[in-house]
């Protein structure tokens, strides 16, 4: 298969070009670390956007960083680092649980898909921070969008389209995001032994008061036996706090007192804080599930009806889950590649969608990886698609098949 | 400024149209008169008046459907309208369009705690909301200065802000869904009380899109616990560059205040003048930091943004020891637009967004505009943002300064996209600002906005004559030019 790398703007422009007149359809990778995340696409060729690299500006007083698409992820944490500052969606790292391999995703990546992380309660997703671009539409042309300001309504907010469109709509160049100072100090407060519905309610009051909780999950015990830094034989309930280190202490006094009815718990190490946080947010404790026989989900729900929701699912003894975002984000763990319309049909009740992450090869699930949509909406989503690439030449049926 | 020219057949068929409107909105949800219809021929943007063809005030979102689909059949432009406080005339009624009243759209319908979520019709006010979940310590987080007044519906299309994004975003951050009908009639829904949306993100598409690509007839947003306390402190500068180095050194410390704002020698004069806030009137330049969270937070981050100030230069620093006082801090601010009311029969009040560090650059040459012109200008300023809001003082009676301050404003936002900014902050496109459009957009980018319109609306029949400054037929825009021949860049590294 023809591999197509562009070095610049221009020459990605070209590749695009050449593929309409030549009637060649393009697979659009960074670094490829997503490939098996979502439908897989048949394409004549893959463009390659990893020559598209660097960091083209970084101002640490404005809070913003532009870079070409192909530019690591992880450069661009690094360098964030080394000002105090970070990325505050927190993008999850699939690596892990589709390739085994970490930290091998692009920035262009990252937004295409719209990663987020535990954080997303409070600072949102990668769309939330992502302010402006420079892409190449299926028509060819190169177009850019928003800016590098914060403050923008100047004409649509195509960064929300292009944000989560998985390359179907234009390839992306250049994007320039929104960063923040990265908190000097995180604990986190674990509670054991309790319940879903419990947790649920024990969740619901610390998200509730002025404690300002930016994270809380809870791992039932057949999961928590597998939890990276505080791996034990009860469930574990933990809310995480972040801020200037006087704040985080009297907050974790205050939450402390405020879920009293619910145990005692216990207080992290700032490190071990750390190490639960971005094991929750990879899903590392399901990483090593048997890929031959078992699928992963993701499944967003309302947050106080997410334990309900695994209850009606019913699990079988070699299934598992746990819950991020509130309750709002379960993370499952089922048996075989045949389970979409149990686990879809019961969202119909709920406001919610359901992503299949991984399944083994064959899974009739794989089909339709991303929740399907109504007539409506399918129709205004093929009106789009039209609008921006009419010849159907990037990544198509990559997110649904006919788009 | 020119708007589409009206179409005559339609205006001829004014009697007719209302019948059958009247059949979808039965009663007085109908206007016609021309006295009743004066009400509704402006929006915030006064200097541009226009009664509409007529205007229809329905209940539920099923007449809305019913309007927009009689409309798209029948060809007929229509105009959404919130509670009309647009400052960039988004809801300027056209000569041939039905003017679509979402005011009764007016109730509270799902107050839900445990979601920390809300679901209101379009038309409760932003304020309003708050009102209904204040008693439980909780608020809904974006402030436009209008709040007391603006629609949430017209939140949720000017994508409004506040003082508050820096720390807690726009509307955009904080909607988890939306109901709407589009030009055909349908009805769908995005989002709900979950996170996140399955492919496209059509809640995110909307919020901004001006009511150029569907009508909202209900909204869903996050709510949030209230802060626990909110201290302020009031810094005055020698410099406009004293002021923004200070802000950027507060940011380079980690500290996100809950609000950050500037305003120069103008402003504050006005200000003081109207409300006696007590602001020191020997400075150049004058910031408001708020912070608000947790009581011992605020404690420990007034005392460092004390200091950083005081590194900076400032040469008045006061600390709100009370409710009572932080309230006065921001009174001035909060007056400052009638105050400069009260300075000059008319003003006009821009909203560009410039990268911060430029700040100094843009007063500068703001003021040399300002002696060329002849015209006054005062700036208050969203600073953590980098949102700027002048205020160009003119006399509507004096023949030719509507027109100058025009062209100074436009000026300005020149300006504000040639150092890296945009146009508009948080007040729209518009009619005001959309034939800039071309400063900061090439044909191409503008052409691939346009199409997304075509997606929606087809036929153009949404909110015509606003943010686009030249309107294609989507036929023209969905053509196709592709040049057949062999690989003409060679040089493409292949493997």
């Known amino acids: 298969m023809n591999r197509l790398k562009p ?114 309660l409070k600072a949102g997703a990668a769309r939330d921070h992502f302010l402006g671009f420079s892409a190449v539409s299926g028509r060819g042309e190169t177009f850019k969008s928003g800016g590098r300001v914060v403050k923008n309504v100047t004409g649509y907010d195509l960064m929300k389209l292009l944000a989560g469109s998985f390359g179907t709509l234009a390839v992306m160049s250049d994007v320039t995001f929104k960063v923040l100072p990265a908190p000097p100090e995180e604990k986190s407060y674990l509670l054991a032994g309790l319940s879903d519905a419990e947790a649920s309610r024990a969740m619901i009051l610390a998200l509730n008061s002025a404690c300002e909780v930016s994270s809380a999950a809870h791992v039932p015990v057949s999961v928590a036996r597998d939890l990276k830094g505080c791996a034990g034989e009860k469930s574990v309930t933990a809310f995480r706090l972040e801020g200037h280190a006087p704040s985080v202490r009297y907050r974790l006094d205050r939450l402390e007192k405020l879920l009293e009815s619910f145990g005692k718990g216990r207080i992290t190490a700032t490190t071990e804080s750390r190490v639960l946080w971005s094991s929750l947010r990879d899903a590392t404790p399901l990483q090593d599930e048997g890929s031959s026989l078992h699928s992963i989900w993701r499944v967003s729900v309302s947050p106080a009806q997410g334990w309900r929701y695994v209850e009606a699912l019913n699990l079988g003894p070699e299934e598992r889950c746990f819950y991020d975002w509130g309750g709002g984000l379960i993370w499952l763990s089922l048996k075989g590649g045949n389970n979409a319309v149990k686990v879809r049909e019961l969202l119909e009740k709920i406001s919610g969608h359901a992503s299949l992450v991984r399944a083994p090869v064959d899974a009739p699930d794989r089909k339709i990886p991303t929740q399907p949509l109504g007539a409506g909406e399918h129709l205004l989503f093929k009106r789009i698609k039209q609008n921006f690439d009419p010849e159907g030449i990037l990544n198509p049926g990559r997110l649904y098949d006919d788009l | 400024m020119q708007m589409p020219d009206p179409d005559q057949t339609i205006l001829a068929r004014r009697e007719e149209i209302a019948n059958h409107l009247r059949t979808i909105v039965p009663g007085e949800g109908v206007v016609v008169s021309p006295q009743e219809l ?78 920390r979520c809300v679901v209101v019709q379009p038309g409760v006010t932003n304020l309003g909301i708050t009102k209904a979940v204040e008693q439980d310590s909780f608020y809904y987080a974006p402030d436009p200065s209008s709040q007391i007044a603006c629609s949430i519906g017209g939140n949720v299309a000017e994508n409004a802000g506040g003082v508050h994004c820096l720390k807690y975003g726009l509307t955009t951050n904080n909607l988890l869904g939306i109901e709407m009908v589009l030009i055909d009639g349908s009805i769908l829904r995005f989002g709900g009380k979950h996170l996140d949306s399955p492919g496209y993100d059509l809640l995110g598409l909307m919020t901004g899109s001006e009511g150029l690509l569907g009508v909202v007839t209900e909204v869903t947003v996050r709510i949030l616990p209230k802060p626990e306390t909110a201290r302020a402190l009031l810094l005055g500068f020698p410099s406009s560059e004293q002021a923004g180095d200070c802000v950027a050194a507060i940011i380079s410390e980690g500290i996100i205040p809950g609000g950050m704002e500037m305003m120069d020698k103008p402003a504050i004069e006005a200000a003081e003048a109207f409300v006696q806030a007590g602001y020191p009137l020997d400075v150049e330049a004058l910031l408001i930091v708020e912070l608000d969270g947790p009581q011992a937070e605020v404690d420990h981050l007034i005392g460092r943004v004390s200091e950083i100030s005081g590194n900076c230069g400032a040469q008045t620093s006061r600390t709100s020891q009370n409710e009572e006082e932080r309230q006065l801090f921001w009174a001035g601010r909060k007056a400052a637009f009638p105050a400069i009311g009260r300075l000059s029969p008319d003003y006009y009040c821009m909203d560009g967004t410039i990268p911060r560090n430029k700040l100094p650059h843009v007063l500068r040459r703001m003021r040399e505009m300002s002696t060329d012109y002849g015209l006054r200008v005062a700036n208050v300023f969203h600073a953590g943002d980098g949102n700027l809001h002048p205020l160009i003082m003119y006399d509507a009676n004096n023949p030719g300064e509507l027109e100058r301050a025009e062209d100074f404003g436009s000026d300005i936002l020149r300006l504000c996209v040639e150092v890296g900014g945009v146009l508009t902050g948080e007040h729209g496109v518009g009619v005001e600002k959309r034939d800039l459009m071309s400063e900061m957009f090439t044909e191409i980018d503008l052409k691939q906005q346009l199409r997304v319109k075509c997606a929606f609306d087809s036929k153009a029949l949404l909110n015509p004559g606003k943010v686009f400054p030249e309107l294609h037929r989507c036929a023209e825009l969905g053509r196709m030019h592709i040049h057949k021949g062999k690989l003409p860049f060679p040089d493409i590294p292949r493997f």
């Not at chain 1, 990605?12 to 670390?33: C, F, M, P, Y």
């Not at chain 1, 990893?50 to 970084?58: A, F, P, V």
């Not at chain 1, 505050?88 to 992380?117: H, R």
């Open chain 1, 7 to 120: 070095e610049n703007a221009q020459q990605l422009e070209d590749t695009v070009k050449w593929a309409l007149s030549s009637g060649s359809t393009l697979e659009i990778l960074g670094s490829g670390s997503k490939k098996a995340l979502g439908r897989e696409v048949d394409c004549s060729c893959q463009l390659d956007l990893s020559g598209l690299r660097g960091i083209t500006l970084y101002e640490p007083a404005e809070l913003v960083l532009s870079a070409r698409a192909g530019t690591p992820l992880q450069e661009v944490i690094e360098t964030l680092r080394a000002e105090n500052q970070y990325l505050a969606f927190e993008p999850l790292d699939y690596g892990p649980l589709l390739k085994g391999q970490s930290d091998t995703g692009t920035v262009g990546g990252m937004i295409a898909s719209n990663l987020s992380g535990p954080r997303r």
């Open chain 2, 38 to 115: 004066r009400v509704y021929e402006s929006d915030g943007l006064t200097a541009y008046r226009q009664p509409p063809l007529l205007a229809i005030l329905p209940e539920t979102a099923q007449q809305v459907s019913e309007i927009l689909a009689y409309c798209h059949a029948e060809g007929i432009k229509v105009v959404p309208r919130g509670s009309g406080t647009s400052l960039s005339g988004g809801a300027l009624p056209l000569a041939d369009g039905i003017l679509l009243c979402m005011g009764k759209f007016n109730r509270v319908l799902d107050v839900d705690y445990d979601n």
